[in-house]
């Protein structure tokens, strides 16, 4: 009847394929996690347009081809190449699999494209979600999943339906797959956790209170949680004692964080690292585009130790040690290079501590600008204010409001040509810093109030 009908039509006038008329409004995946013979994911995708379109894998070489399906005509193989896929009009759905344990086995686990231990695999999205290649926010996306508990970057809906735009697939964050789930709560927020296997030394509830106790840290800087929820994924890795081998945020909306941890870390260990605290810490910035080491990791860096300090993790003096045992870790990369040179290299470590050693050279200046009514911190819930992504430009124009004065070109242009830690010295006098052979010694100097009110927990007037 439908053939017939359609013939009919097709006498009269070129008609639009029937799946146009009926589309559905949004772009549907439908995903299968199976597990036989082997860990895979098989994805079902339904257009909300038949017209020719480009679709991609932000991370490619996962999935070689994609099965085109278009009516009345067999399913057509499309080759994936560089991550990209060229839909002829009139496609109304896809299908592909993206072959999990086949990818492990091959190249060995990836952070990105697989990893995991029992029934438990984790990954990011941007290895398996073919998305549109133009995002747009308005474009819907509906994301259904089943054959294993996920933990997504998104608040799942009615009938455990994702409602999700094109925009939301361009950063997709990390996913996990079976494994087992705590939460973490805090004042106006949540940490959803996934815990890909058993810690050795520590149960899961345990490990939940320790990631807590991480994001309390993030309220001596911000006033306030800057997501109400955020998915933490923590991988451990079989047979290593070191807690944590290897952190990332992602800028999923919100972000999704990743940790890699030696499963048989001990638990007095995990408490006195600071990666986890790191990678929460890039919550209290926005997402800078283009990306900007020196601010991003810069500001992690430093709000690592002055957070442990007003947290009362470790003394002021252990937080300045650290500091300056990162400035001269800095310096050796640097071998006497400038600031301009640091930048343009942008290689850590020393990319983080050139940025740890212009944030804290910032905090001050904006201190001594406001009598020390102000700080760095007020910088950041100055850029909160302005949505979730930045640019260094608005970063040098967030410095300036809260100085009240123009600070940040003048800064900015006399240290470029300089060497990269040129002025350490100086400022480390001003604010009583002193490097003994017993260790760090604080003292009374000229701008010793203004180093106490970095070591106090918000001290800054912002609370
Ligand atoms: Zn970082």
Request: proline residues 8%; aromatic residues 8%.
């Amino acid at each position: 009847m439908l053939t017939l009908s359609l013939g009919a039509c097709q006498t009269v006038a070129p008609q639009a394929p029937l799946r146009r008329e009926v589309s559905s409004q949004a772009l549907r995946y439908h995903v299968t996690y199976v597990r036989e013979p082997e860990h895979a994911l098989e994805v079902a995708l339904e257009l909300d347009q038949q017209e020719a379109q480009d679709f991609l894998f932000t991370q490619p070489g996962g999935v070689k081809t994609v099965w085109a399906f278009q009516d009345k005509e067999a399913p057509l193989a499309l080759p994936v190449q560089g991550g990209s896929v060229r839909l002829p009009r009139g496609t109304h759905s896809l299908r592909y699999r993206y072959p999990l344990d086949e990818l492990i086995r091959e190249r060995g686990p990836g952070f990105f494209t697989g990893m995991g231990q029992g029934e438990a695999r984790h990954l990011a999205g941007k290895s398996w979600l073919l998305r549109p290649r133009v995002a747009s926010p308005s474009r819907r996306v509906e994301l259904s999943l089943e054959g294993a508990e996920a933990l997504l970057p998104w608040v799942p809906g009615p009938g455990g339906r994702y409602a999700l735009t094109a925009e939301d697939l361009v950063n997709s964050g990390f996913h996990s797959f079976g494994g087992r789930r705590c939460q973490a709560h805090l004042p106006g927020t949540m940490l959803d956790v996934a815990l890909l296997a058993p810690m050795r030394h520590w149960e899961d509830g345990a490990v939940c209170a320790w990631l807590k106790r991480t994001a309390e840290q993030l309220l001596t800087v911000r006033r306030t949680f800057p997501y109400p929820r955020v998915a933490v994924h923590v991988v451990p890795v079989e047979g290593v004692r070191t807690p944590n081998l290897f952190g990332m945020l992602m800028w999923s909306s919100p972000p999704s964080i990743s940790l890699l941890v030696g499963q048989e870390a001990r638990p007095e260990a995990m408490e006195a690292d600071w990666a986890a605290l790191h990678e929460m810490l890039h919550m209290i910035h926005p997402a800078f585009v283009p990306r900007t080491a020196w601010i991003s990791e810069g500001l992690a860096t430093y709000f690592t130790e002055l957070a442990r300090a007003r947290s009362g993790r470790q003394t002021p003096e252990r937080a300045w040690a650290e500091l300056l045992k990162g400035f001269e870790r800095g310096q050796e990369q640097a071998a006497g290079r400038t600031l301009k040179e640091m930048i343009e290299e942008d290689a850590p470590p020393g990319i983080y501590w050139v940025g740890a050693y212009l944030a804290l050279r910032l905090d001050v200046e904006l201190r001594r600008a406001t009598q020390g009514q102000r700080g760095l911190e007020d910088v950041l819930e100055f850029l909160a204010g302005q949505g979730p992504t930045s640019t260094p430009v608005a970063y040098g124009a967030a410095v300036d409001a809260v100085a009240g004065k123009p600070l940040f070109e003048a800064l900015w242009a006399r240290s470029l040509p300089e060497p990269a830690f040129a002025g350490l010295e100086g400022l480390l006098e001003a604010l009583g810093v002193t490097l003994t052979p017993g260790g760090i010694q604080l003292q009374s100097a000229r701008d010793s109030p203004l180093r106490e009110s970095l070591e106090a927990q918000r001290a800054s007037g912002a609370r």
